[in-house]
């Protein structure tokens, strides 16, 4: 089994400019979230998709972050303009149901510049 | 204001020791406990976890304990393995509120010596 894909895995860019991350959750998974870890901080909640519907998105930190589930299979996490302060680790998550535990992708490291 | 909280940034044991890693939490509310083992450069992958109707769980090497009363709950690994040496997250949610929500501590970096 195919675990979460998170795509690129690394991206520098900069301040001003827009960054799309992808996630690929596993299969079967109606569950997707996406998380941030801010450099030597917890790791914080951002959005919690079913299927292709935002059933939470309470973490977002604003609204330059946009995120989306088309299909209900992969999603994106867009950042338009990006500033200094949303460089850190995105982090995406699957799971069954919500009493399963999730599976974490490896995470994409946004640097912006 | 932080709700989990992870006092002990690193630690650092000797090969064949107990690594006890320590986690505190504010809210009541919070029933189910997680514990996160992250590699560089990987994401953060389950360990172990425990409900708040138990006090102690464990798998193999790893043994969770809570104590509700105060708060906390404790990850202890014996005996301690160089493989094991990563930072490590607890996590706490509430089964009955919005049980998706996984709310993590800073982490601890775990080094095991050879």
């Known amino acids: 089994e195919a675990g979460v894909t998170q795509f690129p895995s690394h991206s520098v860019i900069e301040k001003g400019q827009t960054v799309t991350l992808r996630c690929d959750p596993i299969s079967g998974h109606d569950n997707l979230y996406w998380y941030r870890r801010v450099m030597g901080k917890e790791i914080k909640f951002l959005l919690h998709f079913v299927k292709e519907s935002k059933q939470d998105e309470s973490g977002m930190p604003n609204n330059r972050f946009l995120a989306e589930r088309t299909g209900g299979t992969y999603s994106t996490l867009k950042v338009q303009p990006a500033e200094l302060e949303d460089s850190g680790v995105y982090f995406c998550?699957?799971?069954?149901?919500?009493?399963?535990?999730?599976?974490f992708g490896s995470g994409t490291r946004l640097t912006v510049v | 204001d932080q709700q989990v909280k992870q006092n002990s940034p690193s630690l650092s044991v000797q090969e064949g020791r107990i690594s006890i890693l320590n986690c505190d939490y504010t809210?009541?509310?919070?029933?189910?406990f997680l514990w996160y083992k992250k590699y560089p450069a990987e994401g953060p992958t389950f360990l172990i976890s425990?409900?708040?109707?138990?006090d102690k769980n464990e798998d193999g090497r790893f043994t969770v304990f809570l104590n509700k009363s105060a708060k906390h709950l404790s990850l202890h690994i014996v005996p301690s393995q160089p493989g094991d040496s990563a930072v490590y997250f607890c996590?706490?949610?509430?089964?009955?509120?919005?049980?998706?929500?996984?709310?993590f501590g800073k982490g601890t970096l775990l080094t095991v010596n050879p």
């Open positions: 996590a706490v949610k509430n089964s009955g509120g919005s049980n998706y929500k996984l709310t």
């Open positions: 809210n009541s509310m919070f029933d189910y």
């Open positions: 998550a699957s799971s069954q149901g919500t009493d399963y535990g999730y599976t």
């Open positions: 425990i409900s708040s109707i138990k």
